[in-house]
């Protein structure tokens, strides 16, 4: 008759598997407490902002939270037809009215319609608790609300309530796609209003121009840093340190007096004779302002991972591959650069991301044709307060930045980004 095995005892006189899986449980829980404090750190800086964010994208529960009655009354009722909806429609909206005027939430409701068809936040404004408190109720209420304004009395009026009477709506993506819903169906908004695809398209262009710009100047600087003696390279890396010791503010601000018409880099061009005086350059105010001044910003967010990656370069490549007879063109493009790849890829990103957030230096340069979409989402928070429109946008260009790092990692691979 077999007997099973005895099982191994640890030192302590528990089975050697039991005290080993309690080893491995004991460093899981005390790895996870040392990482704890990051996690907790991404949680309330990273993933619940931009949770917020989507969230505002779609939230419309306010038309619903004020005039509840209203919204229910007007389920049935066609939008499309162009005809005014019945009287209880308009006795539901009298007692949401009354209710939304005395804690004094109306004007809010107000404003967020405005968003959609402007004039709806003083319509909701003149109907005030004083002039419900006049109407008769025992009488039709519609021909009431039209002394008000004529705009009660209005089907489209009553289109926009509905139509943004959901909860979750898709107004805000429509509208940062310059586009809106009708009765007709999802039609695009006219020329005059239409700019935030422009704005979209301006963005991504800048940004790849000034990223390349980053590169054609960042490369041949990093290449002289990674090849000259320690003293010398680091004494150039101070200068290239040096811009972030200044305040951006004070380095754009420095830009607007060099590039301005009647700035420094025009005097001295003129005083040269390239240019005549009566034909200045245009670089302030437009999308050139743009490029140089978040080009001069942002090139040591390419220098340095350039500079780190090509530290890691022995020179010897290159000395062996001249050896067997390649040319110094030849010996630089087929050895050293596919070496420095990694550090072009870290550079890019790291400019590229940057760049499409900007605001501050666009709105000082940029002028009308130089800003980007990120100006506009910081109007829509600080000035409009429509924050589901900025957080609209805000998402359609997180979108847009990571199906482009999709594109990166299938394209280049991401696993070739190093930073040295």
Not at 120 to 149: C, H, V, W, Y
């Amino acid at each position: 008759m077999s007997t099973s095995p005895e099982p191994v005892l640890a030192a302590d006189g528990q089975p050697l598997k039991r005290s080993l899986a309690r080893a491995l449980r004991r460093q899981k829980i005390r790895a996870l407490l040392l990482v704890a404090p990051l996690l907790l750190f991404i949680l309330l800086t990273f993933i619940i902002p931009i949770g917020n964010m989507l969230l505002r994208s779609v939230d419309n529960a306010i038309v619903e939270e004020t005039i509840p009655r209203t919204v229910e009354a007007l389920r049935d009722w066609d939008a499309s037809s162009g005809v005014l909806p019945e009287e209880p429609v308009f006795e539901a909206l009298y007692a949401d009215m009354l209710i939304a005027t005395e804690q004094k939430i109306h004007t809010r409701l107000g404003s967020r319609l405005n968003y959609e068809s402007s004039g709806m936040s003083s319509l909701f404004r003149k109907t005030n608790e004083r002039r419900l408190g006049r109407m008769d109720t025992s009488a039709p209420l519609a021909p009431q609300f039209e002394d008000i304004d004529e705009d009660w009395v209005d089907p489209e009026t009553w289109y926009v309530i509905k139509t943004n009477s959901d909860p979750i709506t898709a107004g805000y993506f429509l509208a940062a796609l310059d586009l809106q819903a009708t009765p007709d169906g999802i039609e695009p908004v006219s020329d005059l209003q239409a700019i935030y695809v422009k704005l979209f398209i301006r963005t991504m262009i800048l940004s790849v121009t000034i990223t390349f710009m980053c590169f054609l100047l960042g490369y041949p600087i990093a290449w002289i840093l990674a090849n000259l003696p320690s003293r010398s390279a680091n004494l150039l890396l101070i200068l290239v340190l040096l811009p972030f010791w200044t305040s951006l503010l004070v380095r754009t601000s420095a830009w607007k007096v060099l590039l301005q018409q009647q700035g420094v880099i025009n005097d001295t061009l003129v005083w040269i004779g390239i240019i005549a005086d009566d034909n200045r350059l245009a670089m302030i105010n437009n999308a050139t302002g743009t490029v140089i001044a978040m080009t001069h910003i942002l090139l040591p967010f390419m220098i340095l991972p350039l500079y780190s990656v090509m530290k890691t370069i022995s020179p010897t490549y290159l000395r062996a591959a001249k050896s067997l007879g390649a040319t110094d063109w030849t010996a630089f493009w087929r050895v050293y650069f596919p070496q420095s790849v990694p550090g072009i890829g870290a550079g890019a990103i790291l400019v590229f991301i940057l760049a499409i957030g900007y605001y501050i230096t666009p709105e000082l340069v940029g002028g009308t044709d130089g800003t980007f979409i990120s100006n506009r989402i910081y109007y829509h928070i600080s000035s409009s307060l429509n924050w589901g429109l900025a957080a609209a946008l805000a998402t359609i260009l997180l979108a847009m930045v990571l199906a482009l790092y999709w594109v990166y990692d299938r394209l280049v691979g991401i696993d070739n980004v190093k930073l040295g």
